[in-house]
């Protein structure tokens, strides 16, 4: 998960810092520092955010994966695709 994956992901359900990382069972701290790039996560820190958001309906894609519905994606800096 990027920052920016995150960030649409929690824009996307309306959460702020502090709701998701309630859900998630972490400090918002960690959710807030990541986000704006000042920290990196622990894989527990990730696994429970990514569990969190999946849990309200969040899909994650890995480059080249498709979408099951609608929503949206970050085009790679510098793609003409």
């Known amino acids: 998960m990027t920052p920016e994956q995150l960030r649409m992901a ?8 502090r709701e ?10 960690t959710v ?3 986000e704006t790039g000042k920290g990196g996560l622990q894989h527990s820190s990730a696994e ?14 890995d480059t080249g994966e498709t979408a099951l ?3 949206v994606a970050l085009k790679v800096q510098g793609e003409n695709t």
Do not use: D, H, P, Y
Not at 50 to 59: T, V, W
């Open 10 to 17: 929690r824009n996307a359900l309306r959460l702020g810092v």
């Open 20 to 29: 998701l990382a309630e859900l998630a069972g972490i400090s918002f701290t």
């Open 32 to 34: 807030s520092r990541f």
């Open 48 to 61: 429970a955010i990514r569990k969190a958001l999946e849990a309200q309906g969040i899909q994650f894609l």
């Open 69 to 71: 519905g609608a929503g």
